[in-house]
Structure formats: structure tokens, C-alpha cells
């Protein structure tokens, strides 16, 4: 339960009170957790939160990420050489002008910029090389050697040179002594001397395995021997992370990092200097953003605590002491924004065993807040012991949702190869993160490494939030907030400045009993993509919708907005309004609908077919008058099928067509990706099979015989004010469906000349399709119907209908009664 404790300490760290006489430990947890299946994980197995030994599966797993991370340090070193020897290159020239009579650094300058820096680079370069000579068998196994030298790779030593190392240690305390002096008189220089400007802000190292050539301040540079001093406690604390504890390294490097741990801590005690660093263009470093993060590190998810500032991004976890003493960070890892690649994703669906999971979490989650409520309202809001136990359980099932539903994934890799994997519970959230990091990374401002002990020490006060992302511990304030249905019809939008597919994701906050998020379906190939498709939410406790608009080629938020819900205005009522999402703006209507909420199934949703399912029902479920299957394929059609030659005419590959098939029942995302990826013909064709199965034809069977005398008049007028009368007497969905695939098929028509498909062909193939004559049942009577009477009347009602210049047009979603915003 190492998860609940450490969030629970938080919150009680965060001024949220805990009766001293509860116990905080596994057995309240059981109170929350507690099923007779034991569906909830044990934390401390499937969730390793703050871990600070990994766990592997093999010890050869183990070894094999020592080899790694002895690597990666190997790789740093020559980083940090390339480092030294640009620090040193001007040495020499400006030794040598000291003596001319326009020096630009006196000798005593000289002296004291480049103080012990030599010693520091014979240092590591010692290192560097006999850490190389020991790695050798290792790169000559990537190499090619044979694999028997696998084992003799393991098993290398390195500790003797990390104690030899280590035991130098002292070379860094003069530069240290002497770094403020060094970096007044660098400072001073570059604004009085226009000659070390140019050299100060000039200075080039070769960096990263592609040997690219990076710019630094002469001030930055010389920060880097204060930032290695402090890596290298880290580099010894996860090489002991990594080495099993019966490996001849183990005790040797407990007494590196006992010896390294030491020195640093004489270093921080009388180094202030380091706390307020100048980056590059006289900027200081600041905290621009910070928040609660999920990330995902060795194999589990654990809460983190992430930091923007100017020049970096910085991950930390909350530890506590001693009771009565303050909490404080401890670091996990930093990512200079210079580089930094960014790439983010929807999560994978959960799988069958976490869905049941969490759908019984909210189902908890709901109990235990209708349990709240009542224990507030019997106490007329003040906290009761009975209801501050409840909201800690509460406080539980939230941090457990938030840390397993899946959510948006946020990929950031350095220039270093270093990458981090981060989890955001809404699209929004991300977005914003996103935006900050792009904005500095823009400015190319250089990072001065950080001290990360004296950097994490501060985020304590530096933090500007406070309180984990949970909604118990808002103010319960059921007048300003909303518990019911949430109905939002997206409508369309404009001012794209090309033609996309997009789609709009629609997310509010509160309680996550159901689903706090929903989207539309992709939009077709157009700058002013249409839907008017209607999304539910069922909300307790929002208070704001957010809305974003994403491009689907290459996943690009173009837009987003937040609206402030007010249930007085939008009660039962459509509010249409217009909202600016940045250079995109899309419409909608709103409404809310107050009510009692039902229990949340403890059997997760699963998706619903589509075929063989009365049409209706489809559009009923999806909230629409045409379901999207028929939207889709019509869309993509019309995208790139208008001048094929044959289509609906000449058949897909009927594997595809089953394939896509399967999609649209399981998972509309991943048929939407399949439509617009497979051969055209194969659209077309999963449209016709659709229409084909539908267990009651688009044109009811029971006009089949009224359509068939209507096609025996001789006037034309006649005949299609019949037909159309009785096209008015279809059922909704039916009507508008119909009229959406006569307008489509009349604009395939005008392609005639190149797709060969007249009305004539188009009604051939979709007569027998869309229309199916009456089948007698043991209580009814149908008139029989010649099978050569029934095909030519199938045909020629739809070649009628085709003909009728002035068909209505064809609605997707039921009109509204709605409310313009002034």
C-alpha cells in the first residue's frame, strides 16, 4: 500500500486533516479495496510507486542494464571532455595577449578562470580512458566476437576505478572555491570587452553520438564541472541500483557513493553561488509551469511532481521525514528544453482485467461520494470523523483511477538519447504542457546544468501547485455544480487553413464516475469539416467543458478552448453558440439535463456492432440521424472513389471488406484508420454489405407495395408527389439516411464520364440493396411477388427517387430548440 501512504501523507502534509487515532495503514486500505474476488492489485507489486531498486525478471536482466548504464557513462565522459577542452581551447591566446599592450585578460585573470580546470580534465580523462579499456569487450561483443565472452562481460569490475576516481575528488574543491571569482570576472569581460563577448558567446563542443557541434556561453561552460560534481553521486547511486548485491562492485561502490555523498554535501553547505544561475542572454532561470504527472518507469506508473523552468524540465517525487518535519523532493531526473523532441498518443485501451478493475473502482467512487454527501448533510457541512473517513477513501479511489485509466501519453526524448514517458489524464492538460515546452524550447536558450540538489531542495517553496488533482478535495458547492446528463452537438467548423480530417474531443472535470471525455468521428477531407453529431457526458460536479480540436494525419491539436458551464442557462434547453479554438472556431450546442445519477455498471462498456443491427438502434446509440458507418464510407468516397472507374460496380477484395467489417463492430477508431488506408473499392463495397445485412431494408417492407403502384402512374408529377409522401411517412432515421446516400449517388452520377456510373447503373446496384419486398409471417398475409416483378421494382424506385430534381435535404442530427448567443 506504499501508493495509498505516500499520497496520504501528502495530502496531510497539504494541511488536510487526519484524526491521529485512525490508523493509516493497509488495514483502511482493505476498507476501500474490499471484495470477495480481491479485484483491486496489492500496490506494493503491480504498482511500484517511488521505487528505489528496480525489479527484474532475471539477474541477466539486471547485468544487461548495468552494461547499459556503464555505456551511457561512458558516452557522458566524452560529452564532458569535448566540454573541458572548448573550456581550455582560448587558454593559451589569452595567456599569450596578457603580455601585449591590449590584453584582453590580465595574467591573474587568466589564472583565475581557468583555475584547476586542467587538473579536472586530466582527471576525467584518466577515467575516460581506463573506463573505455574495460568496457572494450563489451563494445567488441556489439561488434561481432562470439557470444561465449557474454558472461566475462557481466562479470567486469569497474568499482577500482570508481574509488580511485572518487578519492580525487579534492581537484574540484579549488575550482569550486574559486568558481564565483571566475564567473565575475567572466561576467564583466563580456559587457566591457567586445573581444571576449564574441569569444564568450561563441563557444562550440561537439556533443551527442552524431558529433553535431553545440553553442555555449563561456559562462555555461564553466558551469558544467559544478553540474558533474553532482552527477557523479547520481551515476554511483543507479550503478548500485543496478548491481546485484553478490557482484565483487557491490561493497567497493557503496564506499564511492558514501565518499561522493560526502564531498557533495561539504560542497552544498558552502556553495551559494549555484542557487540563481544566468543562462545564456542574461536571462535567470524561473519556474514556468508545474503539476501532478503519472510517468512510467520500470515497468510500473508512479506520481511525480514536473517542473518547467526557462531552460529545463525537472522530475521529482515527495518524500517524507520524521513526524513533525516538513516534506521535501527528491530528484528523479532533468531534460534540458534545447532539442528536446516531443510526441504524444492516446493510450492503448485497457485490457479485459483493468477494465473490470476500474469500472468497479468508479463504482465504489460513486457509493462512497453519495455516502459523503449524506454524512455532510446530517452535520450540515461540517466534517463529522464518520464523513472524514469517507473522504479519505474517497481521496484513495481517485488516486488509484488516476493512476491506472489510460490516458495520454507525452514522449519526450533529448538530443542525448535520454528519453521519458509521462501520463496526462486529459487531451487539455497535455496540450498545455506541450505548448510551454515548445514556447521556450523556441527561444534556444542554452541550459546551464542545474544543481539538482539546491534546484530540488527549492521546489518546495517554488511550486505553484499544491494539492494533488483530485476533485474531493475541492469545496463541495452543489449550486455551482452540475450532476446529470451533459448534451454537446457538435456541429462543424471553419477557418482550417487546408483541407484536413479532424475531429473535436469534448472533456469536463468532477468526479469520474463514467467517462469524462468523448469525441467525434473524424471529419471528411475538407476545410470546413461538418458533423452535427451529439455527445453525452454524465457529470457530477463540473463546472467547465473543454473542447480541442485535432487534425488526425498528423495528430496536431490545432485549437482549444475551455467554457465555464452554467446549468442555469442550458437547462433543458439547447444553448448554440459559437467558440474560438485559436485559428479554428466550431459550433455547438449545449445542453444540461439535472438528475439523479444510476450506479456505474461494474461491467465495463464494450463496443457495439453496427451490422445486422436494425438501423435505428445504431443511430440511437451513436445520437445521430445517419449512422456514421454510412457518413464515413460516403465521405471517403467522395474523397478519391468520384472518378473510379466502376465503383460500387466492381467489388473490393473480400478479406478487406470482412476486415473492415470487424473494425466498424469493435472499434470505430481503428476502422476509421483502415477507410481511408485500403483500396476505395473496398469503401464502397463494406457500404453495400452493410446496407445488404441491415435485418430490416433502409426502405421499410412495408412500403414496398405502395412504392410499387406508385411506379405504375403515367403522370410524373403524380408519381413524385407519391413518392415523396411516402418517403415523409419513413421513420427518421430511415427518411434521412436514404436521402443521404440519393444525394450522394446523384453526385457520383455526375462523374459519369469518367467513373462510368450513370443513375441507371446506380440504381441497379443499390435497388436489391435498399429495397426488399414484405416477408409473410404465421399471423400475416403478404402478397406474393414474382422474383423478376420484385427486382424491376427495386430498380425503378430507386431510379425514380434518383430523378426527383428537389429532394429534401437529408438532416444527421434531430433540429433543435435552441437559444443563439447574443
Excluded at 457529470?539 to 485535432?550: F, K, P, S, T
Excluded at 436514404?738 to 441497379?764: D, G, Y
Amino acid at each position: 500500500m506504499e501508493l495509498f501512504e505516500e499520497a496520504l501523507q501528502y495530502l496531510i502534509s497539504s494541511g488536510i486533516p487526519v484524526e491521529e487515532n485512525e490508523p493509516v495503514d493497509s488495514e483502511f486500505a482493505h476498507e476501500v479495496f474490499e471484495d470477495e474476488n480481491d479485484w483491486i492489485p496489492h500496490i506494493s507489486e503491480e504498482v511500484a510507486v517511488f521505487p528505489d531498486t528496480p525489479t527484474y525478471k532475471s539477474p541477466e536482466d539486471m547485468l544487461n542494464k548495468r552494461l547499459q548504464l556503464l555505456r551511457e557513462i561512458l558516452i557522458s565522459e566524452e560529452i564532458y571532455l569535448n566540454e573541458l577542452e572548448t573550456l581550455l581551447m582560448p587558454m593559451k591566446a589569452l595567456r599569450a595577449s596578457a603580455g601585449t599592450s591590449q590584453p584582453v585578460l590580465s595574467i591573474e585573470q587568466v589564472q583565475t578562470v581557468f583555475f584547476q580546470l586542467p587538473e579536472l580534465l586530466a582527471l576525467h580523462t584518466e577515467f575516460h580512458s581506463n573506463l573505455r579499456d574495460k568496457l572494450q569487450l563489451c563494445l567488441d561483443l556489439e561488434l561481432g566476437l562470439p557470444l561465449q565472452l557474454h558472461h566475462e562481460n557481466h562479470d567486469l569490475s569497474v568499482g577500482d576505478l570508481f574509488i580511485k576516481f572518487v578519492s580525487q575528488l579534492g581537484v574540484y574543491r579549488g575550482f569550486i572555491d574559486n568558481y564565483e571569482n571566475a564567473v565575475e570576472i567572466v561576467k564583466k569581460c563580456t559587457q566591457s570587452d567586445p573581444r571576449f563577448r564574441t569569444l564568450a558567446q561563441s563557444m562550440k563542443s561537439t556533443r551527442g553520438s552524431d558529433n553535431c557541434r553545440a553553442m555555449y556561453t563561456f559562462e555555461a561552460l564553466l558551469y558544467k564541472p559544478l553540474d558533474r560534481v553532482t552527477k557523479t553521486t547520481l551515476v554511483l547511486h543507479d550503478l548500485l541500483k543496478h548491481t546485484p548485491t553478490d557482484h565483487q562492485d557491490s561493497v567497493v561502490l557503496q564506499e564511492a557513493l558514501r565518499v561522493s555523498s560526502s564531498f557533495l554535501s561539504g560542497v552544498n553547505e558552502g556553495l551559494q553561488c549555484k542557487t540563481s544561475v544566468t543562462i545564456s542572454r542574461g536571462e535567470r532561470r524561473q519556474l514556468v509551469r508545474d503539476g501532478f504527472v503519472v510517468e512510467v518507469c520500470e515497468g510500473g506508473r508512479s506520481l511525480r511532481h514536473l517542473f518547467l523552468y526557462t531552460d529545463l524540465l525537472l522530475c521529482v517525487k515527495l518524500k517524507y521525514g520524521a513526524m513533525g518535519k516538513q516534506p521535501h523532493y527528491r530528484f528523479c531526473w532533468y531534460m534540458p528544453i534545447t532539442g528536446l523532441k516531443i510526441t504524444w498518443a492516446a493510450e492503448q485501451e485497457a485490457s479485459a482485467d483493468l477494465q473490470l478493475k476500474i469500472s468497479n473502482m468508479r463504482l465504489k467512487l460513486f457509493h462512497l461520494r453519495r455516502a459523503f454527501r449524506q454524512f455532510m448533510k446530517e452535520k450540515k457541512g461540517s466534517l463529522s470523523r464518520a464523513a472524514d473517513r469517507c473522504k479519505r477513501k474517497l481521496e484513495t479511489c481517485e488516486i488509484w483511477l488516476l493512476t491506472h485509466e489510460p490516458s495520454f501519453i507525452l514522449d519526450l526524448h533529448s538530443p542525448s538519447s535520454k528519453s521519458h514517458t509521462i501520463h496526462l489524464p486529459s487531451l487539455y492538460e497535455l496540450d498545455e504542457w506541450r505548448e510551454a515546452i515548445n514556447k521556450h524550447k523556441a527561444e534556444d536558450v542554452e541550459t546551464v546544468p542545474p544543481d539538482l540538489l539546491s534546484l530540488t531542495n527549492s521546489c518546495v517553496k517554488l511550486r505553484m501547485t499544491q494539492h494533488l488533482p483530485l476533485c474531493c478535495l475541492q469545496p463541495d458547492e452543489e449550486e455551482n455544480s452540475m450532476c446529470g446528463s451533459v448534451y454537446v452537438i457538435v456541429h462543424s467548423a471553419c477557418g482550417l487553413q487546408q483541407p484536413a480530417s479532424v475531429y473535436v474531443c469534448v472533456e469536463v472535470d468532477g468526479f469520474e464516475i463514467s467517462d469524462r471525455r468523448a469525441q467525434t468521428c473524424l471529419s471528411s477531407y475538407s476545410p470546413t469539416p461538418q458533423w452535427d453529431q451529439e455527445l453525452v457526458l454524465k457529470v457530477d460536479g463540473a463546472q467547465h467543458l473543454r473542447l480541442l480540436c485535432v487534425s488526425q494525419s498528423e495528430e496536431n491539436i490545432m485549437g482549444r478552448a475551455v467554457i465555464q458551464l452554467n446549468p442555469v442557462e442550458m437547462l433543458k434547453k439547447w444553448k448554440k453558440m459559437s467558440v474560438n479554438l485559436g485559428s479554428v472556431e466550431v459550433m455547438l450546442s449545449i445542453k444540461y439535463s439535472p438528475h439523479v445519477l444510476e450506479p456505474p455498471s461494474s461491467v465495463p462498456l464494450q463496443h457495439k456492432p453496427v451490422f445486422c443491427v436494425l438501423i435505428g438502434d445504431v443511430a440511437r446509440q451513436e445520437h445521430v440521424l445517419v449512422p456514421h458507418i454510412v457518413r464515413s464510407c460516403v465521405d471517403e468516397v467522395e474523397r478519391r472513389g468520384l472518378e473510379e472507374e466502376g465503383i460500387y460496380r466492381i467489388s473490393g477484395a473480400s478479406n478487406e471488406i470482412q476486415a473492415l467489417k470487424h473494425a466498424f463492430n469493435t472499434n470505430y477508431w481503428e476502422a476509421m484508420n483502415k477507410v481511408r488506408n485500403v483500396d476505395v473499392n473496398v469503401v464502397s463495397g463494406t457500404l453495400k454489405l452493410y446496407l445488404r445485412e441491415l435485418p430490416e431494408p433502409l426502405i421499410p417492407a412495408a412500403h414496398f407495395q405502395s412504392l410499387s403502384k406508385a411506379m405504375d402512374l403515367t403522370d410524373p408529377n403524380l408519381r413524385a408527389s407519391t413518392m415523396l409522401s411516402e418517403l415523409q411517412s419513413f421513420p427518421d432515421v430511415n427518411r434521412n439516411t436514404l436521402l443521404f446516400l440519393l444525394r450522394h449517388l446523384k453526385w457520383v452520377a455526375q462523374k459519369e464520364e469518367l467513373n462510368k456510373m450513370s443513375l441507371s447503373n446506380l440504381a441497379t446496384v443499390f435497388g436489391p440493396t435498399l429495397m426488399r419486398p414484405p416477408v409473410a409471417s404465421l399471423d400475416q398475409y403478404a402478397p406474393p411477388v414474382d422474383i423478376s416483378q420484385e427486382v424491376e421494382v427495386q430498380v425503378h424506385v430507386i431510379y425514380r427517387y434518383l430523378q426527383i430534381p428537389n429532394l429534401p435535404e437529408a438532416l444527421t442530427t434531430k433540429p433543435l430548440d435552441t437559444e443563439e448567443d447574443p
